[in-house]
């Protein structure tokens, strides 16, 4: 098993096996903002969420509610660079987060390889570029320079079900990891931070999957871990 990656907890075992008798309520909070957003039609039509939109919405529309709520990111603060490891074969989080705020963001997938062959000089909408949305098509942990990232930043990590190690994933970006706020939803493993715990965990209700516990590590400036 990859350092950093570890078993289901039990509140996510519990959480599928409510989920598989019907008895797990979501609430559908962050897609009915979503469809409000002037952008929603935009952000839709690229097809970031191919499978279930639903699904694959909320869970990206909670990674941006952690940053928001608990590592204290202004939605309105450009100065903010959100990078999303293993976010899949499409830039789903990185994008939602893109068209929602004035914030950076850096999707990094080996998946992503299909999506550069269709938008080889990145995404357009109406012949526009689609601005301040970066996707890297590799495993994180091989990036060959590692996520730069430009000087005057304020950087988070958003893993929403990454397969890929907190701990690869962190050591990718090419800055101070107690400077990075980390929020990470686990999947098909509990996700950990070598040599820190996590400041705060919960169940995000809105997220249309059984795989919705949250768990933040806030920076050091911010009392981190």
């Not at 062959?117 to 942990?141: F, Q």
């Not at 070598?194 to 249309?208: A, C, N, P, S, W």
Request: charged share 25%; net charge neutral.
């Amino acid at each position: 098993m990859k350092k950093g990656l570890h078993r289901p907890t039990s509140a996510t075992l519990a959480l599928a096996e409510l989920w598989r008798l019907g008895l797990l309520r979501t609430d559908p909070h962050y897609v009915d903002e979503l469809l409000r957003r002037d952008c929603a039609a935009d952000l839709l039509a690229l097809r970031v969420f191919p499978k279930s939109v639903c699904k694959e919405l909320s869970e990206s529309a909670a990674m941006r509610a952690a940053a928001i709520q608990y590592l204290d990111c202004d939605p309105r603060d450009p100065s903010v660079v959100a990078v999303c490891p293993g976010d899949g074969a499409s830039p789903r989080t990185a994008a939602l987060i893109a068209f929602t705020t004035q914030w950076t963001a850096i999707a990094v997938d080996p998946e992503l390889k299909r999506w550069h062959a269709k938008w080889p000089d990145g995404p357009h909408i109406a012949g526009r570029p689609v601005a301040r949305l970066g996707t890297v098509a590799a495993k994180v942990e091989d990036v060959p320079a590692g996520i730069v990232i430009p000087p005057s930043r304020r950087v988070v990590m958003l893993a929403c079900h990454s397969h890929a190690s907190l701990d690869a994933s962190l050591a990718a970006i090419a800055w101070s990891a107690d400077e990075i706020g980390v929020a990470a939803m686990g999947c098909c493993f509990e996700q950990k931070l070598t040599g820190r715990t996590h400041d705060l965990e919960y169940i995000d209700d809105g997220v249309f999957s059984p795989q919705r516990v949250m768990r933040v590590w806030r920076p050091k400036a911010q009392g981190g871990s």
